[in-house]
């Protein structure tokens, strides 16, 4: 099973800053690469799919880039409402696999 | 509009079998598939297994033992079952469609599987 490590596991960040994620991937998986919000009690939201693209109606804020194994997820100018957990997922190959997840929290 | 929603039992037994009914609507399961993900509270979500448009299915080789997920179209549900429950398979059970590709546009809002005695 390919394996998505994701740092860091815990961000505090402040308003108007801009965040970075990471995941990384135990082998290449090609861009097959997706990343997901999840606030408290909620399901997953579906943000960036083929490791760039950004999924409808999700702000131009979030982007998505990397390549291979190395994966990251940037959100710039952080607004209150982007206080969530964030998972990346890899979907090359089965079993599809997510990252354990970064909690972001406001500093 | 795209809906999901999963019902079930929310408390199992250890040792017992899990049986889970995903109804969707505004969308065909011959057109789409329909994946079932599990998230342990404060984890990272675990894919378990897919029902695909042309009613063939693929399982994640750790749950592939236990779990089978079949459909009935005419109801627009897809189900799935999993035998064996023990505590660690606690969590919030998902349904979830596809778009056109294996990613997850959409998803259920979730039911919450308690097993314990």
């Known amino acids: 099973d390919i394996q998505m490590t994701q740092s860091p596991a815990s961000l505090s960040a402040s308003l108007g800053e801009t965040v970075t994620i990471e995941c990384r991937a135990s082998e290449d998986i090609y861009n097959g690469l997706a990343w997901y919000q999840q606030k408290p009690g909620k399901s997953p939201q579906l943000l960036i799919y083929n490791a760039n693209s950004l999924h409808t109606g999700v702000p131009s804020r979030f982007s998505g880039s990397g390549s291979g194994t190395q994966y990251s997820l940037k959100i710039n100018s952080l607004q209150s409402e982007d206080v969530a957990s964030y998972f990346c997922?890899?979907?090359?190959?089965?079993?599809?696999?997510f990252g354990a997840g970064t909690k972001l929290e406001l500093k | 509009q795209v809906q999901l929603k999963e019902s079930g039992p929310g408390l199992v037994q250890p040792s017992e079998t899990l049986s889970l009914t995903c109804t969707v609507s505004g969308f065909s399961l011959t057109s789409y598939s329909v994946s079932w993900v599990r998230q342990p509270s404060g984890k990272g979500p675990e894919w378990m297994g897919r029902?695909?448009?042309?009613?063939?299915?693929a399982y994640n080789s750790a749950l592939k033992s236990r779990l089978s997920i079949s459909r009935d179209t005419s109801k627009n549900q897809v189900f799935l079952k999993m035998n064996s429950l023990q505590t660690d398979d606690t969590g919030t059970y998902y349904c979830?469609?596809?778009?056109?590709?294996?990613?997850?546009?959409?998803w259920g809002q979730g039911t919450l599987v308690t097993v314990s005695s």
């Open positions: 029902m695909w448009y042309d009613g063939d299915t």
């Open positions: 997922q890899q979907y090359y190959n089965y079993p599809y696999t």
């Open positions: 979830t469609r596809d778009t056109f590709g294996d990613w997850f546009a959409y």
